[in-house]
């Protein structure tokens, strides 16, 4: 599985980005996907995460309400719509994939592959 990333950019706050993530391969509508993030000199952390078929999502505290995470199945691809960005959103956003078992986690060690990430920075 290959996992590309792309979106990201310079924005204020208040702004809004969206990120993808395209899959390779055929199985991908039968995968959990999930966003992560990473600020430097901090661990990585869950954002959101979606199921195979999209009907359930889940979201960090710090995102919810203002991130949305969908996937089209169709087109291989993960999306994640981020409003009312702020600055302490500033970091380098990655999706991944968890390819064993349906239930969404939010546990980086559960996912198996990863994109290359994208970077979001949010000024004040």
């Known amino acids: 599985v290959q996992l590309q990333a792309s979106g990201g950019g310079l924005v204020q706050a208040g702004g809004s980005l969206r990120l993808s993530c395209a899959a390779s391969?055929?199985?991908?509508?039968?995968?959990?996907m999930g966003w992560f993030r990473q600020a430097p000199g901090k661990e990585r952390e869950f954002v959101a995460a979606?199921?195979?078929?999209?009907?359930?999502?889940y979201y960090a505290g710090s995102v919810k309400g203002r991130f949305t995470i969908s996937r089209d199945n169709a087109k291989n691809t993960v999306y994640l719509q981020m409003n009312s960005l702020k600055p302490e959103d500033t970091a380098v956003y990655y999706c991944?994939?968890?390819?064993?078992?349906?239930?969404?986690?939010?546990?980086?060690?559960?996912?198996?592959?990863w994109g290359q990430g994208t970077q979001v920075t949010v000024s004040s």
């Open positions: 991944a994939a968890k390819t064993i078992g349906t239930v969404v986690a939010d546990s980086r060690y559960e996912y198996d592959y």
């Open positions: 391969g055929r199985t991908f509508s039968s995968y959990v």
């Open positions: 979606i199921s195979w078929s999209g009907s359930s999502t």
